[in-house]
């Protein structure tokens, strides 16, 4: 299995690994884009227990790593026209 590229406790690599479940069900994406979107995303460590990106749910930042942190897409659901960033994002 892949590691993550930024710093980790077994917490936070059990809610990585959530959203990256939640991302593939939600867009059918396969293991090595949702770890390369995850990893694009995340670059700065995640080891400490009160960090902010618990207060989003796993569904909620696998649609905001998917379709881009500048995209309100929780006010778009629905919308035809909503569509994930392209991959890879280079």
């Known amino acids: 299995m892949k590691k993550f590229n930024f710093v980790t406790t077994e917490e936070s690599e059990k809610f990585c690994e ?6 593939k069900r939600l867009f059918s994406i396969s293991d090595d884009e ?3 979107r995850l990893n694009e995303f995340w670059e700065r460590p995640f080891d400490e227990e009160d960090d902010m990106r618990y207060h989003g749910s796993e569904d909620f930042w696998a649609k905001t790593i998917c379709y881009g942190p500048e995209v309100r897409w929780w006010k778009r659901e629905g919308d035809p026209t909503l569509k994930p960033r392209p ?3 280079k």
């Open 18 to 23: 959530g959203i990256m479940l939640e991302m």
């Open 34 to 36: 949702a770890w390369e």
């Open 87 to 89: 991959y890879p994002n």
